[in-house]
Structures are given as structure tokens and as C-alpha cells.
């Protein structure tokens, strides 16, 4: 609104009649001319400051004195962080302390109170709104996916309805047909009963005649049916089938019908930020994967193959092997005992004869120049690598390598990202005399796994290779190759189960496991180097089946968006050479 517009509205507070004119800054007071001299003669106490009413805002209000409530504070004590008047700076209170003129300090608050403004208006009110636009999408969204699974859980219950009502149809008609054959069978027999019976009282009708003649000639004609109607009908039982109904085992049905399977028990909370300027060397925030987890329908079931096909004879190179990762991208590394990691596209795996050598996409070397412990791929697709040797893990961005974690008195083994962007980290102290798993959120350590909840260890402490990775619902699954078990704990480090193997394995010799991966359906995959095989097993530990490996020793392995299995073998030639190669199995319908 206009001052002047709003001045000609506003009455004087004094007369209440005439229109005003004045302003008193100490009493906040409207006045027109003619009441200002009474004004200022009702209180003589105060010092009373009178502006014109339009220049009233830019007038400073100097506030009363706490200590001398008469006077107005013109000057701030910086020290003691008060307004002070000219009584306080005369009483040697705040001698040698800094004083400000508070007109001063007022346009200093000002300018403060622009730049809290300026960033609410320019930074945080849009950041909100984006927020809440983006809160709307995910609203939205769920609705949509919920809608989804709602569809394909009605859908997947009709077609089990429609099954089993099949199933119950076809019975039925086996009972009609059993029931009119044994119907027909009966009535027949029914139907020669009665002739018989009435060829009998024919006979009878036949004899009465005969006895009452004296005929001889009809008497001598009469021959005996008798043994023929002794000979009686054999007595048809009718066999009725029995419905035996298998028992329903309600876990069983809730097995075979399927189930949610959530990341989390609730929905996991994440810190919205103010989008800032990003720094270089920020490591935690740019290379680690921090995001909410993607949303993941149930999976469809798939069966295991009874012979999984081998559908590639894999990628030669020379040297021993060590683990491999794979990406969403139908590619994946490879890393050995050199200190290069290497891409290959799964186009370069073909069915052939021979053990073949192609180079790869991509190199990397490792920034120690020493051979990494372990690699993973981040959800966004970035080359993570474990070092031995230097204590560190380290992440590949554009071809630049960054160190995100270095551990002291501790070495890094195994390492995976999980489905909220985490990292898990296999680790042996320096003298071999403890193992444990860390979690990462970034560089920040958010939970330690060391031992079960009667304090015993987890883990073998013998210096072994751990590899790790992370099961569809959240359970941590280390090959502990040391401790010759699969240990497998949930998602808080509440030990499940111990897999120790399965008898009798294919080559007689104790399990050893070395790399491990999952697929889809949650099952856990383990390669056994000592029997040249892979175990596969379920959720809950139950053996399912080997993989025959062909006499080859089994590193690494992984498995694909699309549930191959990529394997990495290899064979001893000699002392000094080892040939390794990696191969693609087809191991679910």
C-alpha cells in the first residue's frame, strides 16, 4: 500500500479526529502537528523522537537502557554483547572493551538479515518446492508400482485359481466316464437278470401244463433246465476310485503362490540436500553410490537347469586369476595377480572349440602398481578395487583413480556394494589374528560384523582370502575359504547359517570355497576349487546342486542381470604358468 494512502487512513492517536501527520519513534506513537507538543509534555521522562510519519521506518528505535531505563542506548558493547547508554559508557564498565555506534550494528543486522533473504528466496524456498515436487513423483510412482504389483499378484492368483479349477474339471470328468462305464456294465448284466427271470417262469408255466397232462408223449418231451438256471451270474462288484487329497501345507502354498521380498522392513530415510557447487576432491559425497535403494518387484521364479548349458568357452589370458565383476551393461572386469583389471564385453565370449585370446575394452591399473585384493561394480557402474598392501579402497571415475577408505592395523580383503550404496569390506588385522566385515556408508563406518551373539568369531583368522556379497534379502554371505564354510548373516550381523559343504562331492576332497555371487531367485553361489565344482544353494542354506566345472579349479564368479553365471578357471600348466579363462553358464530356464 502507498504511505501517503495509508497516512491519509490512519487517524492521530492522540485527537482521534485529525489526520496524521507525525510519528513518535520512542512511544510508536501517531500524532498530527497539532497534538506533538502534548505529546512530548504527557511523559517528560522519556526523550522523545518525532519524524514525519512516512519517514518513520527508516528512523532507527533506539532501545531503552536495561541498566538505566531513562535513556536510549545509541552505542553496543561488542565485548558483553549489549546496548549500552551514555550513563553505562560513563561508569567505566566497559572500558576498553570495542563499542559500536548501533546504528552501526543495526545496518550490520541488515545486512545479515539480506543474506538469510537472499538464500531462503534463492536456495532453500526452491529446494523445498523441488522437494516437494519430487516427494509428489514419488507419491505418484508408488501408487503406480503398488497398482502393478497389485495387478500381478490378482493375476498370478486367477491363473493358480484357473489351474487348479482345471485340475478339479478334469477329475471330474474321469469320474463321469469311470461312473458311466460301471453304470453300463451293471445295467447290462440287469438286463439279462430279467430275461433269465422271465425264461424261468416261462419253464415253470411249462411245467405246471406238463404235470397236469397225462400225455405221456408231452411228458417224455419235457427236458430239464434246471443245471443251467443253477449256474448263476457272477456277482459284479463295482470298484469306486478314492480322492486322496495331497495335504495342504500352508507354507508350502505360500511358497508355491511366492512372496513380498522388500529391501527393508521400513522405508529407509535419506537426507535431502541443498545442491552446492561440488569440490573436486569431495570423495565421500561424488563417488559412492548414496541413494535411496532401487525398487525391486519380486522377481519372476525360475527353475534350475538340470544340465546347465555351458553357452561360451570363454576368454583366454595367461597368469592366475582372482575374481571378476559384472555390469549391467552386458560387460565385465577381470582382475589376476597382476596389478592391471581389465574389460571385456560379453560379445567376446563365444561358443568355440578352443580357448581363445581377445584384448580388452579397457585397462586399469591400480595406483600402488600392486595387484588388487578384490573388485566390485557400484550401482552406477563405477570399478571399485580393494589394496592388500596399501590399506585402501579405492573407486575408478572416469579412468581416475580415488581413494574413498584407508584403514590402519587392517587390510582389505573382499569387497561388494550393496543395494542402498553401501560398501562391504572383508578385513584381516595386521598379525592374522582377527577378521571381521565393515560397512560404509562413503568413507564413514556404520557397522561392524565380528562375532555371533555368544561371542564367538565369525570368521577364521588364518590370513585367508574372504570374498562377500549381498543376498536379494539384504543377508551378507562371505566365502571364508579359511574356516571352509560359507558364513552367512542378516542384515543387522545376526548369524543364519553355516554352509560346510555337501557329501559326497564330486572329487571326495574338503570344501573350499573362494569366490561368491547370487542371482535373482536368492540363491547363493559358491565355487569350490578342492572338487572343481560351484554349489548352489538356497536362502537358507539347503544344498541344490553342483555345477561340474570340467576339471578346471574355480576362482571368481559372478552373475549377470540376466541370471548367466560367469565363471573364472583356470589350470596349472606348469610351476611357472598358469592359463586361465572365463566361461558362461546357462544355469536357470
Given at each position: 500500500m502507498d504511505p501517503l494512502n495509508a497516512q491519509e487512513l490512519v487517524p492521530c492517536n492522540l485527537c482521534e479526529t485529525s489526520i496524521v501527520q507525525m510519528h513518535c519513534v520512542t512511544c510508536f506513537v501517531q500524532l498530527c502537528k497539532a497534538c506533538?507538543?502534548?505529546?512530548?509534555?504527557?511523559?517528560?521522562?522519556?526523550?522523545?523522537?518525532?519524524?514525519?510519519?512516512?519517514?518513520?521506518?527508516?528512523?532507527?528505535?533506539?532501545?531503552?537502557?536495561?541498566?538505566?531505563?531513562?535513556?536510549?542506548?545509541?552505542?553496543?558493547?561488542?565485548?558483553?554483547?549489549?546496548?549500552?547508554?551514555?550513563?553505562?559508557?560513563?561508569?567505566?564498565?566497559?572500558?576498553s572493551h570495542k563499542l559500536s555506534k548501533?546504528?552501526?550494528?543495526?545496518?550490520e543486522k541488515k545486512n545479515l538479515i539480506r543474506k538469510e533473504h537472499n538464500e531462503l528466496n534463492k536456495t532453500i524456498y526452491p529446494t523445498y518446492q523441488n522437494i516437494a515436487v519430487d516427494v509428489q513423483k514419488t507419491i505418484s510412482q508408488l501408487e503406480t508400482e503398488y497398482g502393478d504389483l497389485s495387478t500381478a499378484v490378482t493375476k498370478y492368483g486367477a491363473n493358480l485359481h484357473r489351474e487348479i479349477d482345471q485340475l478339479a474339471r478334469k477329475l471330474i470328468t474321469q469320474l463321469d466316464e469311470m461312473k458311466t462305464l460301471q453304470l453300463q456294465t451293471l445295467k447290462t448284466q440287469l438286463g439279462e437278470i430279467n430275461k433269465t427271470i422271465a425264461d424261468i417262469k416261462d419253464e415253470m408255466d411249462s411245467l405246471d401244463i406238463a404235470v397236469d397232462s397225462n400225455d405221456i408223449s408231452k411228458l417224455c418231451s419235457v427236458?430239464?433246465?434246471?443245471?443251467?438256471?443253477?449256474?448263476?451270474?457272477?456277482?459284479i462288484l463295482p470298484s469306486v476310485p478314492k480322492f486322496t487329497p495331497e495335504k495342504i501345507q500352508i507354507e508350502e502354498v505360500r511358497k508355491l503362490f511366492?512372496?513380498?521380498?522388500?529391501?527393508?522392513?521400513?522405508?529407509?530415510?535419506?537426507?535431502?540436500?541443498?545442491?552446492?557447487?561440488q569440490k573436486v576432491h569431495d570423495v565421500e559425497s561424488s563417488l559412492i553410490d548414496q541413494t535411496s535403494p532401487e525398487t525391486r518387484c519380486v522377481p519372476p521364479v525360475k527353475k534350475?537347469?538340470?544340465?546347465?548349458?555351458?553357452?561360451s568357452n570363454g576368454i583366454t589370458f595367461s597368469g592366475s586369476p582372482l575374481n571378476l565383476a559384472c555390469l549391467k551393461n552386458d560387460t565385465f572386469w577381470v582382475c589376476g595377480d597382476s596389478s592391471?583389471?581389465?574389460?571385456?564385453?560379453?560379445?567376446?565370449?563365444?561358443?568355440?572349440?578352443?580357448?581363445?585370446?581377445?584384448?580388452?575394452?579397457?585397462?586399469?591399473?591400480t595406483k600402488s602398481g600392486k595387484r588388487p585384493a578384490d573388485i566390485t561394480v557400484s550401482r552406477r557402474g563405477r570399478l571399485i578395487y580393494t589394496d592388500y598392501k596399501n590399506r585402501t579402497v579405492n573407486i575408478v571415475k572416469n579412468e581416475n583413480i580415488l581413494k574413498v577408505i584407508e584403514l590402519k592395523n587392517w587390510r582389505p580383503q573382499g569387497v561388494c556394494s550393496t543395494f542402498s550404496g553401501d560398501l562391504l569390506i572383508t578385513m584381516e588385522r595386521d598379525d592374522n589374528k582377527q577378521s571381521r566385515v565393515f560397512r560404509y556408508s562413503g568413507s564413514k563406518e556404520k557397522q561392524s560384523i565380528q562375532f555371533d551373539s555368544e561371542g564367538n568369531r565369525l570368521y577364521s583368522s588364518d590370513g585367508s582370502h574372504k570374498y562377500i556379497c549381498e543376498n536379494n534379502n539384504l543377508d551378507i554371505c562371505v566365502a571364508d575359504s579359511g574356516g571352509q564354510a560359507v558364513v552367512v548373516v542378516n542384515h543387522e550381523g545376526i548369524l543364519r547359517f553355516r554352509y560346510t559343504g555337501h557329501t559326497p562331492a564330486p572329487e571326495n576332497k574338503p570344501?573350499?570355497?573362494?569366490?561368491?555371487?547370487?542371482?535373482?531367485?536368492?540363491?547363493?553361489?559358491?565355487?569350490?576349487?578342492?572338487?572343481?565344482?560351484?554349489?548352489?544353494?538356497?536362502?537358507?542354506?539347503?544344498?541344490?546342486?553342483?555345477?561340474?566345472?570340467?576339471k578346471c579349479s574355480i576362482s571368481g564368479l559372478c552373475t549377470d542381470t540376466k541370471d548367466n553365471l560367469f565363471l573364472l578357471r583356470f589350470k596349472k600348466l606348469n610351476f611357472f604358468q598358469t592359463l586361465s579363462h572365463v566361461t558362461r553358464i546357462k544355469y536357470l530356464e
Amino acid at each position: 500500500m502507498d504511505p501517503l494512502n495509508a497516512q491519509e487512513l490512519v487517524p492521530c492517536n492522540l485527537c482521534e479526529t485529525s489526520i496524521v501527520q507525525m510519528h513518535c519513534v520512542t512511544c510508536f506513537v501517531q500524532l498530527c502537528k497539532a497534538c506533538v507538543g502534548e505529546h512530548i509534555s504527557t511523559d517528560e521522562s522519556k526523550n522523545h523522537k518525532v519524524v514525519k510519519f512516512e519517514s518513520r521506518n527508516s528512523t532507527p528505535l533506539f532501545p531503552p537502557c536495561a541498566s538505566h531505563g531513562k535513556e536510549q542506548c545509541e552505542m553496543y558493547c561488542r565485548h558483553c554483547d549489549v546496548p549500552v547508554c551514555h550513563t553505562c559508557l560513563g561508569s567505566g564498565k566497559h572500558f576498553s572493551h570495542k563499542l559500536s555506534k548501533i546504528v552501526d550494528v543495526l545496518d550490520e543486522k541488515k545486512n545479515l538479515i539480506r543474506k538469510e533473504h537472499n538464500e531462503l528466496n534463492k536456495t532453500i524456498y526452491p529446494t523445498y518446492q523441488n522437494i516437494a515436487v519430487d516427494v509428489q513423483k514419488t507419491i505418484s510412482q508408488l501408487e503406480t508400482e503398488y497398482g502393478d504389483l497389485s495387478t500381478a499378484v490378482t493375476k498370478y492368483g486367477a491363473n493358480l485359481h484357473r489351474e487348479i479349477d482345471q485340475l478339479a474339471r478334469k477329475l471330474i470328468t474321469q469320474l463321469d466316464e469311470m461312473k458311466t462305464l460301471q453304470l453300463q456294465t451293471l445295467k447290462t448284466q440287469l438286463g439279462e437278470i430279467n430275461k433269465t427271470i422271465a425264461d424261468i417262469k416261462d419253464e415253470m408255466d411249462s411245467l405246471d401244463i406238463a404235470v397236469d397232462s397225462n400225455d405221456i408223449s408231452k411228458l417224455c418231451s419235457v427236458k430239464s433246465r434246471l443245471n443251467h438256471y443253477k449256474n448263476l451270474p457272477k456277482k459284479i462288484l463295482p470298484s469306486v476310485p478314492k480322492f486322496t487329497p495331497e495335504k495342504i501345507q500352508i507354507e508350502e502354498v505360500r511358497k508355491l503362490f511366492g512372496a513380498l521380498k522388500s529391501d527393508f522392513d521400513q522405508s529407509e530415510e535419506h537426507r535431502y540436500s541443498i545442491k552446492k557447487t561440488q569440490k573436486v576432491h569431495d570423495v565421500e559425497s561424488s563417488l559412492i553410490d548414496q541413494t535411496s535403494p532401487e525398487t525391486r518387484c519380486v522377481p519372476p521364479v525360475k527353475k534350475l537347469h538340470e544340465n546347465p548349458k555351458f553357452t561360451s568357452n570363454g576368454i583366454t589370458f595367461s597368469g592366475s586369476p582372482l575374481n571378476l565383476a559384472c555390469l549391467k551393461n552386458d560387460t565385465f572386469w577381470v582382475c589376476g595377480d597382476s596389478s592391471t583389471m581389465a574389460l571385456y564385453d560379453d560379445n567376446q565370449l563365444s561358443l568355440r572349440d578352443s580357448f581363445h585370446q581377445e584384448p580388452p575394452i579397457k585397462r586399469i591399473t591400480t595406483k600402488s602398481g600392486k595387484r588388487p585384493a578384490d573388485i566390485t561394480v557400484s550401482r552406477r557402474g563405477r570399478l571399485i578395487y580393494t589394496d592388500y598392501k596399501n590399506r585402501t579402497v579405492n573407486i575408478v571415475k572416469n579412468e581416475n583413480i580415488l581413494k574413498v577408505i584407508e584403514l590402519k592395523n587392517w587390510r582389505p580383503q573382499g569387497v561388494c556394494s550393496t543395494f542402498s550404496g553401501d560398501l562391504l569390506i572383508t578385513m584381516e588385522r595386521d598379525d592374522n589374528k582377527q577378521s571381521r566385515v565393515f560397512r560404509y556408508s562413503g568413507s564413514k563406518e556404520k557397522q561392524s560384523i565380528q562375532f555371533d551373539s555368544e561371542g564367538n568369531r565369525l570368521y577364521s583368522s588364518d590370513g585367508s582370502h574372504k570374498y562377500i556379497c549381498e543376498n536379494n534379502n539384504l543377508d551378507i554371505c562371505v566365502a571364508d575359504s579359511g574356516g571352509q564354510a560359507v558364513v552367512v548373516v542378516n542384515h543387522e550381523g545376526i548369524l543364519r547359517f553355516r554352509y560346510t559343504g555337501h557329501t559326497p562331492a564330486p572329487e571326495n576332497k574338503p570344501f573350499s570355497p573362494k569366490g561368491i555371487t547370487t542371482d535373482s531367485q536368492s540363491h547363493i553361489l559358491t565355487s569350490d576349487s578342492n572338487n572343481y565344482c560351484v554349489h548352489i544353494i538356497d536362502e537358507d542354506g539347503h544344498f541344490l546342486r553342483y555345477i561340474n566345472c570340467e576339471k578346471c579349479s574355480i576362482s571368481g564368479l559372478c552373475t549377470d542381470t540376466k541370471d548367466n553365471l560367469f565363471l573364472l578357471r583356470f589350470k596349472k600348466l606348469n610351476f611357472f604358468q598358469t592359463l586361465s579363462h572365463v566361461t558362461r553358464i546357462k544355469y536357470l530356464e
